[in-house]
């Protein structure tokens, strides 16, 4: 039973829901949170029991057919994780002017992590992200996401698009920000699979396909047991010193990057499936 952000052809409202077989509750019609904040902003054993007495309560649900999916975030930051995998690594210091930071810190106790994204340059499932008018070479970026309470705790996982500039960051590591936080430049989503559902999340499949013009132009795949960190590791760093009242958002880095001579394209579709949770489709567009 996955959460996700969603509205009805009716209303603009953006409500929180349980996905039950092929139809959505509204959580807050039923007593429960809300929002995404809301959510998050106790103890997984208290989302837990909430979800559990909802579940209980809920008979008939909406049709998902005739729901809109939305990007599940509302008021939380996104976080990233990077050189979290060997292909991330090795693909930065292919790019990079200055290779040695790369190789330095996928090693280094403390792991590289980033401010991504706040939530209105999130877009939603089936919504364009972009690349940045003044770069030539640019990716997604396949990533699990951890939905993480005020706490730190895992309250779910998501599937993430880190998309990114290689040619911006490539040019120096001190222009990561611009190569990374621009209008659109990620998409979270379809839904949220709770942490006490998605078993081993430490081993799933992730698949990336990129289409261009009606046919497959990239497909390559992993697995989150390549991740060279643990998620406690990443969360213990993220919340040192910082506090997330809303809960946050987690990328926990990408083990897919395609070979040097790709770029995306205005037009391109991008599909990145995480196993148990599901399928992230974004159009790409240039800005
Ligand atoms: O060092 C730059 C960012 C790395 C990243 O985003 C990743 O490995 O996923
Ligand atoms: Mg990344």
Known sequence: MP????????????????????EVHDLASLGGPATLREALSGSVATLKAEIERVHALAHQGLSLAEVTLLAPIDQQEVWAAGVT????????????QEKTVYDRVYDADR????????????VDPGDAVAVRSDSTWDVPEPELVLVLTSAGEIAGYSVGNDVSSRSVEGENPLYLPQAKVYRHCAAVGPVIALAWELDAPRDKNVGLIISRDGGVIFEGETSTNQLHRTFEDLIAYLFRDNDFPDGVLLMTGTGIIPPSEFTLQDGDVVAISIEGIGTLVNPVVRL
Do not use: H, Q, W
């Open 3 to 22: 959460l996700c952000r969603f509205r009805t052809l009716e209303s603009d409202l953006p409500r929180l829901g349980l996905i039950v077989g092929d």
């Open 85 to 96: 995998y060997l292909r991330s690594r090795d693909a930065r210091m292919e790019e990079s």
């Open 111 to 122: 792991p590289e992590i980033f401010f991504k994204a706040n939530a209105a340059r999130v």
